[in-house]
């Protein structure tokens, strides 16, 4: 049976959730259990004048983020975080794109 290769950036996540117990120090136990690891990206805000529901909010999604939730389906999610509020929205990126009420892409370059 051939290998499933999964593909994403490691500075596109910032969590690994999973069910059921894993021990990530062995990558057999790990294989054995992907399809039951989620991983997330948080967004956070800390401003006392977000709206519970988020509107009217800009948040970015980095492209390696972009890619890796493509690859990972409903795998890869994307925690969107008020510190003041508590409020927050756990999200695939189906959802963002229903949810959304724009997107702006944009381009950032390092030299």
Excluded: H
């Excluded at 994403?8 to 992907?34: E, H, P, T, W």
């Excluded at 800390?46 to 983020?65: L, P, R």
């Amino acid at each position: 049976m051939p290998r499933r290769v999964l593909c994403f950036y490691s500075k596109a996540f910032d969590l690994v959730r999973c069910d059921v117990g894993v021990n990530y120090d062995d990558v057999d136990d790990i294989r054995k259990n992907l399809n039951k690891i989620v991983i997330y990206e948080i967004k956070s805000t800390n401003k006392i004048s977000v709206k519970a529901d988020f509107s009217g909010y800009f948040f970015s999604i980095s492209t390696a983020e972009l890619l890796t939730a493509q690859n990972l389906g409903e795998r890869y999610r994307f925690a969107f975080v008020n510190t003041i509020s508590k409020t927050y929205f756990d999200l695939s990126l189906k959802d963002i794109f229903v949810k959304a009420k724009g997107i702006y892409p944009a381009w950032s370059i390092q030299f």
